[in-house]
């Protein structure tokens, strides 16, 4: 994996950014698996900037997101539908009928992800898949002791995630405990990952990830055997990694070696 | 995984050589993946040995090496170029068309690698891969941390001292990166023999063998192997925990 350790949550997001736009310039038509949470949440404040000020344009980009809670509404404000429209969706040139959000109202949700998956294949698989992490290691929801095969499923939401969640809901009933999500197989067949994570909090999970066993109970992990993955962390993020100075002597040699050839 | 235990640094070699001898016997136009690690070089002794013996030939066989440093002329006498064809291919009846190394002096290293994962698939993938663990658990140039996904690419060279290649000392700079076969590329190689010589060796091997799989420790990734045997001596045995296993299923 190559691991870029930056300052702070500003050049993580723009670090992220940059490599979107530059794999977005080699294929405009760019097939782009997106994330939700505050880690990405910069990455997009970014890509708008770049989209208004640089005319970068996502005309011909389709979407695909990793996750949604069952039983929201796409106008519920918790929902992942209303997060991407609000943060990304709505300020670039993206057209809808490019955008797949796993549908957390459909009806029989187990042919739904066999749509879903049927539909990334058919257009011709993820390019660039980004993903955050969990502080118990899930990258989706996809849950400490997911199958490292699993494909698009309902899962169950964790007792803690269902917790966290609950102070977002005016009712208990009304708080998910389900949802769909890409699996980890489908994750790791994106032909390439951009893995962010920043924060404290995020620092021990970040190093077992990156340089504990791969293990079905950090599903994250998986991410090693990826043939093109790049971690971007920010300094407290990276805190716990053991390999640190390698990874930071390893992109600036990197560097070099790129401006001689 | 088949994990055999000999008395010696020499008997490693001579099981070694067995294997290659046999194998090549068994189908003479194996493509053979060879590391250029300065602790199996000796090993190859047994081979010109064999050959010089006419016990058998080389003429049909394909090489391919591991690694190569970057920058490093064929014809310099640090290249892994020169040491493998000084050390073995020189005295085998090799045709000259069949090997096929790295050449670190590529005018673009990054062109190069590509191109070789191309050879050695047009070669109809490795037969048998030789590869040697190295100090940190890294098999070709594959350093920690290297994707266990990951085809021939540029590395960069792990920068402290201990983990640098002695031969360099006296060249005054070390290079800074490599080109490697991926551990996906060695993953790939129809059968593997994985080399551990020395007590150096010995908590790297049981991390390898009986610790998790991790980018941490590259070589981790041959427990997924279906055909992998693991050749070592009596000192690179000693933290395996299943030691006795080993041995009487031998």
Known sequence: ?261 | MKVTILPSEKTVCCKLTEIIVSAVREKPDLVIGFSPASEILPCYAGLIECCHKKEVSFHQSRFFATDEFVGLDPENPLSNSFRLWSHLLSHLDIQLENVYLLNGAALNPTIECAEYERKIEQAGGVDLGIVSLGIRGDVGRNEPSSSLGSRCRVKTLAPDEATRNGRFLSHGSHPKFSMTVGVATLMAAKSVVLVAIGTGRAMILSKALEGPLTSAVTASVFQRHPKCTVLLDETASTFLKRKDYYKSSA
Not at chain 1, 18 to 42: F, H, M, N, Y
Not at chain 1, 139 to 166: C, H, M, Q, W, Y
Not at chain 1, 173 to 184: D, K, L, Q, R
């Open chain 1, 1 to 261: 994996m190559r691991v870029l350790i930056v300052k702070n949550y500003d050049e993580m997001s723009k670090e992220a950014a940059k490599i979107v736009k530059s794999r977005l310039e080699q294929k405009p038509d760019l097939v782009l698996g997106l994330a939700t949470g505050s880690t990405p949440l910069g990455l997009y404040q970014e890509l708008i900037r770049m989209h208004k000020e640089n005319s970068l344009s996502f005309a011909k980009v389709r979407t695909f997101n990793l996750d949604e809670y069952l039983g929201l509404k796409p106008d519920n404000d918790q929902s992942y539908h209303y997060f991407m429209f609000e943060n990304l969706f709505k300020h670039i040139d993206v057209p809808r009928e490019n955008i797949y959000i796993p549908d957390g109202l459909a009806n029989d949700p187990e042919k739904f992800c066999q749509w879903y998956e049927d539909e990334i294949e058919k257009a011709g698989g993820l390019d660039l898949q980004v993903v955050g992490i969990g502080r118990d290691g899930h990258i989706g929801f996809n849950e400490p002791g997911s199958s490292l095969a699993s494909r698009t499923r309902v899962k169950s939401l964790d007792e803690g995630t269902i917790k966290d969640n609950s102070r977002f809901f005016a009712k208990p009933e009304e708080v998910p405990h389900f949802a769909i999500t890409m699996g980890v197989g489908t994750i790791l067949e994106s032909k390439e990952i951009l893995f962010l994570a920043n924060g404290a909090g995020k620092s021990e999970i970040v190093a077992r990830a990156i340089e504990g066993p791969v293990t079905s109970q950090v599903t994250a992990s998986i991410l090693q055997i990826h043939p093109k993955a790049i971690a971007i962390l920010d300094e407290a993020a990276a805190a716990g990694l053991q390999r640190k100075d390698y990874y930071k002597y390893a992109e600036e040699q990197a560097r070099h070696f790129e401006k001689n050839m």
